[in-house]
């Protein structure tokens, strides 16, 4: 598995059979830029999981689709080192772990997404209930 960033989409309409309804995006694996394709949805900027060899054309649909490399996740919470070293190319599960744990300690300006109807634990009530008498903004 390899750690990449969504660059952009790519339109490709003239494709093999086999190979339509499936969209692409350029994902940046290091400096070099590579295509996968997207099997959840992610977008532009976002950082994903993809998978290589076998796993990627099974994941992409079976084990005879045409696929090198598929998107199978969207990272939620990724920080990645600020001079990454240019020998390696992919992030160690360690790494991973440590950078969400340190990225759940810090302070951010982007709280972290919440699933619906969880109290909130600053609030004693879901997310998304409308404080008493209010038309529906956060105070």
């Known amino acids: 598995m390899k750690i990449c ?11 093999i059979p086999g190979f339509e309804h499936k969209h692409l995006k350029v994902v940046q694996d290091g400096s070099s830029h ?4 997207d099997a959840v949805g992610c977008r532009d900027g976002d950082w994903v999981i993809c998978v290589g060899s076998s796993a ?6 079976s084990k005879s689709y045409p696929s090198d490399l598929t998107i199978v996740g969207i990272i939620d919470h990724w920080e ?8 390696s190319s992919s992030a160690s599960a360690s790494q991973v772990s440590t950078s969400r744990a340190s990225a759940s300690a810090s ?3 982007v ?3 919440k699933a619906a109807g969880v109290p ?3 609030r004693g009530q879901p997310p ?3 404080p008493n008498g209010s038309s529906g903004g956060i105070s």
Do not use: F, H, M
């Open 56 to 61: 990627a054309r099974e994941a992409a649909g």
């Open 5 to 15: 960033k969504v660059i952009k989409p790519l339109v490709s309409t003239n494709r």
């Open 107 to 109: 302070t951010s300006s």
């Open 80 to 87: 990645p080192a600020p001079n990454p070293a240019s020998s």
């Open 120 to 122: 909130s634990p600053d």
């Open 111 to 113: 709280p972290a997404p």
């Open 34 to 37: 590579l295509v996968a394709v």
């Open 128 to 130: 998304d209930a409308k």
